[in-house]
């Protein structure tokens, strides 16, 4: 079993930075490709960021490309999402997941955490 626990979420300005965290539990962590997603109310749960195993791979979502940047310890167990120049449109549920290969698909993720809340105010 594995589990995932997310943090750093919070209310920040339009145009402020936030900085997320996602440490897993276990010691499997670096065969595990990683990803980000992120959920707004009444929405489907949408992907944002996903980063290899060894972290030389990443992809982004067209929204976020440029603003977000996606990274990994491996030796922390630990996968990082660094959010700048925030929207009001990036309010959502932030939710960090393993997977077995990179990928930008949802349904490929296997283990999901519990999702911490990002608000942007404008």
């Known amino acids: 079993q594995v589990q995932l626990v997310e943090s750093g979420g919070g209310l920040v300005q339009a145009g402020g930075s936030q900085g997320l965290s996602c440490t897993a539990s276990g010691s499997f962590f670096s065969a595990y490709a990683m990803g980000w997603f992120r959920q707004a109310p009444g929405k489907e749960r949408e992907f944002v960021a996903a980063i290899s195993r060894g972290g030389g791979v990443t992809y982004y979502a067209d929204s976020v490309k440029g603003r977000f940047t996606i990274s990994r310890d491996n030796a922390k167990n630990t996968v990082y999402l660094q959010m700048n120049s925030l929207k009001p449109e990036d309010t959502a549920v932030y939710y960090c997941?393993?997977?077995?290969?990179?990928?930008?698909?949802?349904?490929?993720?296997?283990?999901w955490g519990q999702g911490t809340q990002v608000t942007v105010s404008s």
């Open positions: 997941a393993t997977a077995r290969v990179t990928t930008t698909r949802r349904n490929e993720y296997d283990y």
